[in-house]
């Protein structure tokens, strides 16, 4: 069972214009959600995260959308740069000591020239 | 200098075998973690210490085992290898009370395959 669901294996854009990636989840109980970036070969690194107290967060090139009432949220980046192609796993977590991150299968994006 | 490293980086190896995958952080954190990223790319928690006391113990095969000396190092070790083990192996780091709060260092992974 997927509680963390990135249902867009890859996205393809254009140098310069906005990428959006999109994530949904299914616990309610989850408050605090992550975006990391992987580069082939080498593991996650942390991008940016929001809290559910909040409904934006931004971060340079990078925000990151929050909708509770739809369990959705998606990371912006604009503009696109041939450095952001790699993989991005949404990830999601809940309040307490043993809970833990639950991450996304990844959406492959790939920055065209 | 590397924040999360592990060894080794590649590891080929015969069913049945028993085998250790290496896991050093130098940020200070209190918190590791094992995660497997098998064929499907799942990227999914395995086992997580703090302050070397095992506090997530997924649902893992007993042949997995981790083993903290101290709270900068996390090991795992497996025994009988199956096929189903072929997978990467990732090693993370934080420092959190509430576990999930914090961004988790990864260490670059280590590709264990089973013949």
């Known amino acids: 069972d997927q509680q963390v669901k990135q249902n867009s294996p890859s996205l393809s854009v254009q140098e310069g214009r906005i990428s959006i990636l999109n994530c949904d989840y299914t616990?309610?109980?989850?408050?605090?959600f992550l975006w990391y970036k992987k580069y082939p070969a080498e593991g996650p690194t942390f991008l940016i995260s929001i809290s559910s107290i909040k409904d934006k967060n931004e971060d340079g090139r990078f925000t990151v959308f929050l909708n509770k009432s739809a369990k959705h949220l998606s990371l912006h980046i604009v503009p696109s740069q041939p450095g952001d192609s790699a993989v991005y796993f949404c990830a999601a977590s809940a309040r307490g000591r043993d809970d833990k991150i639950i991450f996304g299968k990844g959406t492959r994006l790939h920055i065209l020239p | 200098d590397t924040a999360v490293s592990q060894t080794p980086k590649y590891l080929v190896t015969q069913m049945g075998n028993d085998k250790s995958i290496k896991c050093e952080q130098n940020?200070?954190?209190?918190?590791m973690y094992w995660y497997k990223q098998d064929s499907k790319k799942f990227l999914k928690i395995m086992f997580s210490y703090n302050n070397k006391e095992l506090i997530i113990n997924e649902t893992v095969p007993n042949r997995f085992s981790p083993k903290s000396p101290d709270k900068a190092h996390l090991n795992l070790h497996i025994n009988s290898l199956e096929l189903g083990d072929s997978a990467v192996y990732f090693c993370?780091?934080?420092?959190?009370?509430?576990?999930?709060?914090?961004?988790?260092?990864f260490g670059p992974g280590t590709r264990l395959t089973v013949l």
């Open positions: 993370a780091s934080s420092q959190a009370e509430t576990l999930g709060y914090n961004e988790q260092f």
């Open positions: 616990n309610s109980m989850f408050d605090y």
């Open positions: 940020l200070g954190h209190d918190t």
